[in-house]
């Protein structure tokens, strides 16, 4: 993602690491911003489709550096850990300590599908009577903001400018 990028592959080895994963390899993808809600750092579709078309090529590039026993190292040395501290972690780490409760339901909007409470993985959604509940547990995933057919969820801002899901791109 865009705006909150940052040494994603770092974070994702040292967990896995903590489960027994042996990393021998890691790569930076930049994707499309997924925030829905807001004019930051906002990129138009043509833009998006080439960061796909360019994650695609890099992916297809690393299975063949791993087939010939060379998998890149992007992303797991110490440098690359200390610039994911100093400039995201340190930075986001309060922001996103504690759940948000910052999910708006327009309830003129929503006709009450479920679509989104299936989506959410922290069952932070709930339909009670066709009426949409939050529980206040949002992770700003995004997913049932970019998913909602008549845009009733919003996070950031008042309304939603452009929902961002993959398959719009492929």
């Known amino acids: 993602m865009a705006l909150f990028s940052g040494d994603g592959t770092g974070v994702l080895a040292r967990k896995l690491k903590k489960y027994g994963a042996q990393i ?22 043509k833009q998006n489709k080439k960061l796909i078309s360019r994650a695609d090529e890099k992916i297809k590039k690393a299975v063949e550096k791993i087939k010939n026993n060379k998998p890149p190292q992007e992303g797991i040395g110490l440098f690359c850990q200390l610039a994911g501290l100093l400039g995201q972690r340190l930075y986001f780490y309060h922001k996103t300590k504690e759940y ?9 909007k929503c006709i009450g599908c479920g679509k989104c409470v299936k989506l959410c993985p922290m069952k932070n959604l709930e339909l009670k009577n066709k009426t949409l509940i939050s529980k206040n547990k949002c992770t700003l ?27 719009k791109y492929l």
């Open 100 to 108: 948000s409760d910052k999910l708006k339901i327009d309830s003129e």
């Open 141 to 167: 995933c995004y997913r049932c903001i970019n998913d909602c057919p008549k845009q009733a969820l919003t996070l950031l801002g008042k309304q939603v400018i452009s929902q961002h899901k993959i398959d």
């Open 24 to 45: 021998i390899g890691g790569i930076h993808i930049t994707m499309p911003d997924s925030i829905a809600d807001e004019k930051v750092l906002k990129r138009s579709f």
